[in-house]
């Protein structure tokens, strides 16, 4: 199975703050027909996951141009800026590029 | 509105099996494929397998091929998964999602979760 290594476990941040996460995958999430299947989740407490980024840096509807993500083969980046009262929660991503499909353990966004 | 509904919390006893279901509403059932994800007390995500009911094919996990059957019914527009021999180790939240058929590969809706606790 692919192993998907987020860090950190844990950000602080301060509303206003920046922040970055890391995603690094344990092989190429380069699929056969060319795309990346890299996705970036947001768990606020109490709710079920939501998509955020898809395919390594494309916002889903809704969500606001604070959120971008960049990458590519094996190591993939989350940037927030301007971070926000409902930015805080735990984030994920995914790759659904190989099966089994698997997550990374999570980032928690808590404020400092 | 796109809406996945599951079903509701469960409490079961070791060794039984339980089924929940997941009805979607809002979009032409058929061209999305259903997954599960497990998430057990305070851990992480894992990815349990997919139905896709147009053509009614399931993938599973290894991890969990013999511990969850998937299943769906076109004509109500739900999905279903049923988990057997339960144990300590099943008690997680289930959560069910969408991944469209043609393309992109990600999972842009999701159920509200359906907690299940096995206990005597």
């Known amino acids: ?112 | 509105e796109v809406k996945l509904q599951q079903s509701g919390d469960e409490l079961v006893r070791p060794g039984a099996s339980v089924k929940m279901s997941c009805k979607a509403s809002g979009y032409i059932f058929t061209d999305y494929g259903i997954h599960w994800v497990k998430q057990s007390p305070g851990q992480g995500l894992e990815w349990i397998g997919t139905i896709i009911p147009v053509i009614d094919i399931t993938s599973y996990n290894q991890k969990f091929r013999g511990k969850a059957t998937l299943t769906a019914d076109q004509s109500s527009n739900t999905a279903y998964m049923e988990l057997s021999r339960l144990t300590s180790e099943d008690s997680a939240v289930y959560y069910c999602a969408r991944r469209s058929n043609y393309g992109g590969y990600y999972f842009d809706y999701w159920g509200q979760g359906v907690m299940v606790t096995v206990s005597s």
């Not at chain 1, 955020?52 to 590519?72: A, H, K, Q």
């Not at chain 1, 190591?75 to 800026?81: E, G, M, Q």
């Open chain 1, 1 to 112: 199975d692919v192993l998907m290594t987020q860090t950190p476990v844990s950000l602080p941040v301060s509303l206003g703050g920046h922040v970055s996460i890391s995603c690094r995958s344990s092989q190429s999430l380069v699929h056969s027909d060319g795309n990346t299947y890299l996705h970036w989740y947001l768990q606020r407490p109490g709710q079920s996951p939501q998509l955020l980024i898809y395919r390594v840096s494309n916002r889903f509807s809704g969500v606001p141009d604070r959120f971008s993500g960049s990458g590519s083969g094996t190591d993939f980046t989350l940037k927030i800026s301007r971070v926000e009262p409902e930015d805080l929660g735990v984030y994920y991503c995914l790759q659904s590029t190989h099966f089994p499909y698997t997550f990374g353990a999570g980032t928690k966004l808590e404020l400092k």
